[in-house]
């Protein structure tokens, strides 16, 4: 069966400090990943989408930026960190041929101070 | 601009109340997902609708996916307190999912 996980749940930044929340599946091959954010109580707003290696979709102009070193893995990336970056961040993922699903992780809160 | 409007935003109810929540659009989508979320935690998947029309039922969530596939709805029955959190809708387009504003449900006991 396939599983998602994130890490780390919880984080707590200085303004101005480095990001780096990771995300990997197991159990399937070339998936297609998602990033969200999601504000209190709110939907999801997409931020990055990758089809395969190397191949990363920016949807919203911002701070952050996304990679995809491996196949399973997702990074969701800053260099400074603003206040505004807080919030409640979610990595998906999605069959590549079956793309009418996605399964989220268990999420990361991110509270930059 | 959001794809997909869920309403209500909000909905408080008493146990053993019947209640729909309901998602629409402009935009067909080759299928839709409903979720729940608790607090602190991911979505977790409750069904995906693919055909235009098609009911799904879920012990007491009865989901429904509109004629043209531009809408659905989500209708429980029996309202229970484990029932309480935040349901999501989504609408599969491409690659992509566009998520609606979410309806945050709260059963009292």
């Known amino acids: 069966s396939q599983t998602i996980h994130q890490w780390p749940a919880t984080l707590v930044q200085p303004v101005g400090s480095p990001l780096s929340l990771e995300c990997t599946v197991e159990g399937t091959s070339n998936p297609n990943l998602y990033w969200y954010r999601q504000a209190a109580g709110r939907g999801l707003q997409l931020l990055f989408y990758?089809?395969?290696?190397?191949?990363i979709s920016s949807e919203v102009p911002q701070n952050l930026s996304a990679s995809r070193p491996q196949d399973r893995q997702f990074i969701l990336s800053s260099k400074k960190l603003l206040l505004s970056d807080s919030g409640f961040y979610l990595c998906?993922?999605?069959?590549?041929?079956?793309?009418?699903?996605?399964?989220f992780g268990p999420g990361t809160r991110l509270l930059v101070l | 601009t959001q794809l997909l409007e869920q309403s209500p935003q909000f909905l408080s109810i008493q146990e053993g109340e019947n209640l729909t929540v309901y998602c629409n659009s402009s935009s067909v989508f080759s299928s839709l997902q409903w979720y729940r979320q608790e607090p602190g935690e991911g979505p977790v998947l409750l069904v995906t609708v693919v055909t235009g029309g098609e009911v799904k039922k879920l012990k007491r969530l009865t989901f429904q996916f509109g004629d043209a596939r531009k809408d659905s709805s989500l209708h429980i029955t029996a309202a229970q307190p484990g029932d309480t959190g935040l349901y999501l809708c989504?609408?599969?387009?491409?690659?992509?999912?566009?998520f609606g504003t979410g309806t945050s449900l709260t059963v009292i006991p």
């Open positions: 990758s089809v395969g290696i190397g191949q």
């Open positions: 998906a993922w999605s069959g590549d041929k079956s793309q009418e699903t996605q399964y």
């Open positions: 989504a609408g599969a387009l491409g690659n992509q999912f566009y």
